[in-house]
C-alpha cells in the first residue's frame, strides 16, 4: 500500500543539492573531455579534409560507400594476382580471429607435408610471408604470383571487393560482442592509425550503426552468406 507523504515534508529542498552536485560533477566531466579532445590535436579533423568523410569516428577512406580503414590498399585491384586451384584466402571482419585461422590452415598443410620444400614460405612463422594481407601497400606485398604454391592469403575486404574466380574461401565469423571488445582495443593500441577520441560506450554505439573499422559487421557477414556463386567451389564458415 502506498502511502502519502505530506507537502511540507516531501523533501524537495533535500533533493536539490544532490541533483546541483550531480550537475556540478557533469559539467567537470565535459570540460575535462574536451579539454582532452583538445589536447589531441586537430589530426583528425584535417585528414578527413583529405579522405572523403562518411560521419564516423575514425580516419577511414570510402571505396564505393564502404568504408575502409586509410592503411588498407587495393580494396578493388583485382589484378593482384592469378587464382589457382591450390589458393586458400581467408576473410573476415576485422578482429573475428584471422591470426589463428591462418595457423590453422598452416598447420594441416605441414602435416601433411605438403610442400616439402624447406625453404616454402609456408615453412615460417612469419604470417605476412606465409599468409600475406592482400591489402598491403604493393611495394610491401611483393609479387604474389611469383610465390610458390599452396598460397594462403587473407583480406578483410567486403564481399563486393572480392575478386571472382577464388578457387577455396573461408569465411570466419565470430560473435559480435567479442568482434566490438576486440576492435575497441585495436583502434586505442593503433590510434595513429585511426585517431579515435571516444570511450567505450561510445564505441558500442557506433559499433551498432555499423561506424567502425571496414564499416558494418552484420552486412559484412551477411553478404557472404546470401551470395556464395560468386565463386568456384561453396564458401567455407568457421
Same mark, same amino acid.
Given at each position: 500500500?502506498?502511502?502519502?507523504?505530506?507537502?511540507?515534508?516531501?523533501?524537495?529542498?533535500?533533493?536539490?543539492?544532490? %541533483?546541483?552536485?550531480?550537475?556540478?560533477?557533469?559539467?567537470?566531466? %565535459?570540460?575535462?573531455?574536451?579539454?582532452?579532445?583538445?589536447?589531441?590535436?586537430?589530426?583528425?579533423?584535417?585528414?578527413?579534409? %583529405?579522405?572523403? !568523410?562518411?560521419?564516423?569516428?575514425?580516419? =577511414? &577512406?570510402?571505396?564505393?560507400?564502404?568504408?575502409?580503414?586509410? =592503411?588498407?590498399?587495393?580494396?578493388?585491384?583485382?589484378?593482384?594476382?592469378?587464382?589457382?586451384?591450390?589458393?586458400?584466402?581467408?576473410?573476415?571482419?576485422?578482429?573475428?580471429?584471422?591470426?589463428?585461422?591462418?595457423?590453422?590452415?598452416?598447420?594441416?598443410?605441414?602435416?601433411?607435408?605438403? !610442400?616439402?620444400?624447406?625453404? $616454402? !614460405?609456408?615453412?615460417?612463422?612469419?604470417? &605476412?610471408?606465409?599468409?600475406?594481407?592482400?591489402?598491403?601497400?604493393? $611495394?610491401?606485398?611483393?609479387?604474389?604470383?611469383? /610465390?610458390?604454391?599452396?598460397?594462403?592469403?587473407?583480406? $578483410?575486404?567486403?564481399?563486393?571487393?572480392?575478386?571472382?574466380?577464388?578457387?577455396?574461401?573461408? =569465411?570466419?565469423?565470430?560473435?559480435?560482442?567479442?568482434?566490438?571488445?576486440?576492435?575497441? $582495443? =585495436?583502434?586505442?593500441?593503433?590510434?595513429?592509425?585511426?585517431?579515435?577520441?571516444?570511450?567505450?560506450? *561510445?564505441? &558500442?554505439?557506433?559499433?551498432?550503426?555499423?561506424?567502425? %573499422?571496414?564499416? *558494418?559487421?552484420?552486412?559484412?557477414?551477411?553478404?557472404?552468406?546470401?551470395?556464395?556463386? /560468386?565463386? &568456384?567451389?561453396?564458401?567455407?564458415?568457421?
Amino acid at each position: 500500500m502506498l502511502s502519502t507523504i505530506p507537502r511540507d515534508q516531501d523533501n524537495t529542498d533535500k533533493a536539490l543539492p544532490t %541533483e546541483t552536485t550531480g550537475s556540478l560533477k557533469r559539467d567537470e566531466v %565535459e570540460k575535462k573531455e574536451k579539454r582532452g579532445a583538445r589536447r589531441q590535436g586537430n589530426r583528425r579533423k584535417e585528414f578527413m579534409k %583529405e579522405y572523403p !568523410p562518411l560521419a564516423l569516428p575514425i580516419m =577511414h &577512406q570510402d571505396v564505393d560507400g564502404i568504408s575502409y580503414p586509410t =592503411h588498407v590498399s587495393n580494396v578493388k585491384a583485382y589484378n593482384l594476382f592469378t587464382p589457382r586451384t591450390d589458393d586458400t584466402l581467408v576473410v573476415t571482419f576485422p578482429r573475428s580471429g584471422t591470426t589463428w585461422t591462418l595457423e590453422i590452415i598452416r598447420s594441416i598443410h605441414l602435416v601433411h607435408q605438403v !610442400p616439402s620444400d624447406p625453404l $616454402h !614460405p609456408l615453412r615460417t612463422l612469419n604470417h &605476412q610471408v606465409s599468409a600475406p594481407w592482400i591489402n598491403l601497400p604493393r $611495394h610491401r606485398l611483393g609479387d604474389l604470383d611469383s /610465390k610458390p604454391g599452396p598460397r594462403i592469403m587473407k583480406t $578483410h575486404n567486403h564481399y563486393q571487393h572480392i575478386a571472382p574466380g577464388m578457387t577455396r574461401l573461408i =569465411h570466419v565469423i565470430r560473435e559480435a560482442r567479442d568482434v566490438a571488445c576486440s576492435g575497441y $582495443h =585495436h583502434t586505442l593500441d593503433a590510434n595513429h592509425l585511426f585517431g579515435y577520441l571516444g570511450t567505450w560506450d *561510445d564505441y &558500442q554505439r557506433h559499433f551498432l550503426k555499423g561506424q567502425t %573499422e571496414s564499416d *558494418d559487421y552484420w552486412y559484412f557477414n551477411q553478404r557472404f552468406y546470401d551470395n556464395p556463386k /560468386k565463386f &568456384q567451389h561453396p564458401v567455407s564458415r568457421v
